[in-house]
């Protein structure tokens, strides 16, 4: 066995099937399933199951493939460590990402991080659930999180970059957006919500919030991405509160906030003795602007 087999079962069992994986990894499918039925050989079960769908793993596959991927992960993390200490940053960063965090600031900092080292390539979670964190910590997959908290089972440096803000989104023709003072929660009870999936770290939040200030909201929406609420909330569906970061550009002009002013620490989470890759990017991240504030005027936008 090699990591390559090891990769290509990866594959496989991402993609699903034969023909998909083989299409991705540049390769004939019948030389991808003759490399699935050696590893199959060798380690002496089936790893998976063959339907007229395509594949799935078996229940020895699972087992497998967890180990493989930490096998996997193991060697780029090498080889990111050997071309590191050459001054060549490559390879691939894995980085999780609550909902609505670093909106702005992490794509920078990215960007300019790819201008230095065209070979670095990135993977982010975006809000993945309280158990893919978990599996993905536990793995040791994970590059960096950027969370308002660390997660269970993360055993990283801490480094607090700011915080961010939350506002309130209105429909267009609200008449709270006349107003150049923040707005309290107590102002939207009789509001319709949109809310976001179940789970989610951004959904918690404001269930929390609410919970402090009265009746639960009436729930007309719900939304996995922020860029989607807010869109929604343009269209009158209802309203909904968010990370000010993550509101997309043009829409500034709907959002007000909130009294008391709501906001949350933004830490950056990065695995204890970390390569030049995870370094360079907590550089260009500790650059980035976390210290706005939201203003009271009528066009309020974060300066």
């Not at 309290?184 to 404001?206: I, M, N």
Request: proline content about 7%.
């Amino acid at each position: 066995m090699n990591l390559r087999q090891y990769e290509y079962a990866l594959t496989v069992a991402e993609e699903g099937s034969i023909t998909a994986a083989a299409e991705r990894l540049g390769m004939a499918q019948p030389s991808l399933s003759q490399q699935i039925g050696t590893l199959e050989k060798q380690v002496g079960v089936r790893l998976f199951t063959r339907t007229p769908q395509g594949m799935s793993p078996t229940v020895a596959g699972r087992a497998f493939l967890a180990e493989a991927e930490v096998a996997t992960t193991a060697s780029r993390r090498a080889f990111i460590a050997a071309r590191a200490a050459g001054g060549d940053l490559s390879g691939e960063l894995v980085i999780a990402v609550y909902l609505g965090f670093g909106a702005r600031q992490l794509p920078r900092a990215l960007g300019e991080l790819r201008r230095r080292h065209p070979r670095l390539q990135v993977t982010i979670h975006e809000e993945p659930d309280p158990a893919e964190m978990e599996r993905l910590a536990r793995q040791g997959t994970l590059d960096m999180v950027l969370v308002h908290e660390i997660p269970p089972g993360c055993l990283f440096d801490v480094r607090e970059l700011g915080e961010e803000s939350y506002v309130a989104v209105l429909p267009p023709d609200h008449s709270l957006l006349r107003r150049a003072e923040p707005i309290a929660l107590d102002d939207l009870a009789g509001e319709g919500w949109v809310r976001f999936r179940r789970a989610s770290k951004l959904d918690e939040y404001l269930t929390g919030l609410f919970a402090d200030h009265g009746p639960a909201p009436r729930t007309v929406g719900r939304a996995s991405q922020i860029s989607t609420a807010v869109r929604l909330v343009a269209e009158g569906l209802g309203v909904t509160v968010v990370p000010f970061s993550a509101v997309p550009d043009g829409w500034e002009h709907l959002t007000r906030p909130l009294r008391p002013a709501l906001s949350e620490p933004v830490l950056a989470g990065v695995r204890r003795a970390p390569g030049g890759a995870e370094t360079a990017l907590l550089d260009q991240l500790m650059q980035q602007d976390w210290g706005r504030t939201v203003h009271t005027a009528p066009d309020a936008l974060i300066r």
